[in-house]
């Protein structure tokens, strides 16, 4: 009977998600000869090629999708089995991943009500981008993750919903002066950044970078201040005394809709999971526009212009 190294697992699952040996590496902590000569490995046990090499960049052949497929399940167990006898409470503990790209609050407030109805259970949330929280949540390092995407989910989700996205702007004379459009976005890996980008580039519009932020408050705020147009989720917007556009031909094309969902970990088997999926499904669609003026209205037209100096990068 041959055993399969966990540890040649987690390196395929690490290059397949970064798409990179270089990257894996360095998120590995080993380096990319090291990498290399663990695939080559694991190649030659499971008797199959893993990697496309006539296609570009790091591409998974077909069997390698079913092999990433069954080492994440493979991983996850080992990681929860592993903290089951390491960690006295490892039961009691729930690690939740909520975005920073789309809604904070009203998914705060919800997990705050269930605490307060589980004192026993030590809760644990990380802020993040929707997309590696997806990833780690694969990598069963989460067990409830709130994520928006510009696609269904990698991951089956508990509970799902569209979200509309819109422009915003100080006001026209933002965006209709002549030159590139100025963008103010957040992190690389942020949903609004991408859908953005992606959106002015498939409609051949010039764009300039005109903020670069780590919040959402502050992308708001610079918006506030002219600095330029962003986009965000539309009812979010509402409060923000902002001007909303779904799109303004020929300068603003119109983004499509997100996908936002609640995901739960592969062979998570504990009730009170499903019990917060719902509360935040149910937030998710109940939320109204009084209770995200009090979040994000009231702090937006406290501050008026005074946002963080705006840093440029051309385009």
């Not at 040649?8 to 798409?19: G, I």
């Not at 006898?85 to 729930?94: E, F, K, P, Q, V």
């Not at 993040?128 to 780690?136: A, F, G, M, Q, V």
């Not at 569209?162 to 963008?183: C, H, Q």
């Amino acid at each position: 009977m041959t055993n399969i190294p966990t540890e040649l697992l987690r390196t395929l699952v690490t290059v397949a998600d970064l798409r990179s040996f270089t990257r894996a590496a360095e998120a590995l902590g080993v380096t990319q000869p090291a990498i290399s000569a663990q695939i080559k490995r694991l190649q030659s046990l499971l008797a199959a090629e893993l990697f496309d090499r006539s296609a570009p960049g790091v591409t998974l052949t077909a069997k390698g999708e079913v092999v990433v497929n069954y080492a994440r399940r493979l991983l996850s167990i080992n990681d929860q089995l592993l903290e089951i006898t390491t960690r006295s409470n490892a039961l009691d503990r729930i690690r939740i991943g909520i975005p920073i790209d789309y809604l904070e609050g009203p998914f705060l407030d919800a997990i705050g009500r269930y605490h307060a109805r589980h004192p026993d259970l030590h809760v644990q949330v990380v802020a993040d981008s929707s997309e590696p929280l997806l990833r780690d949540l694969r990598r069963g390092e989460f067990d409830l993750v709130i994520a928006a995407s510009n696609s269904p989910g990698p991951v089956p989700a508990r509970k799902i919903w569209r979200e509309p996205i819109a422009w915003a702007a100080a006001s026209r004379a933002v965006f209709e002066r002549d030159g590139p459009i100025p963008l103010a976005v957040l992190g690389e890996s942020n949903l609004s950044r991408r859908l953005s980008v992606s959106a002015l580039e498939e409609a051949h519009q010039p764009y300039e970078i005109v903020y670069a932020g780590g919040s959402v408050m502050g992308l708001l705020l610079a918006v506030r201040a002219g600095l330029g147009v962003a986009c965000w989720a539309k009812r979010a917007l509402r409060v923000t005394k902002l001007e909303i556009f779904d799109s303004a031909p020929p300068r603003l094309p119109q983004i499509p809709d997100v996908h936002a969902g609640v995901y739960l970990r592969e062979g998570s088997n504990m009730p009170s999971l499903d019990e917060l999926a719902d509360d935040i499904a149910a937030v998710a669609g109940a939320e109204t526009t009084e209770n995200l003026k009090a979040r994000f209205g009231s702090v937006v037209a406290q501050q008026g212009a005074s946002g963080p100096m705006a840093r440029t990068a051309r385009r």
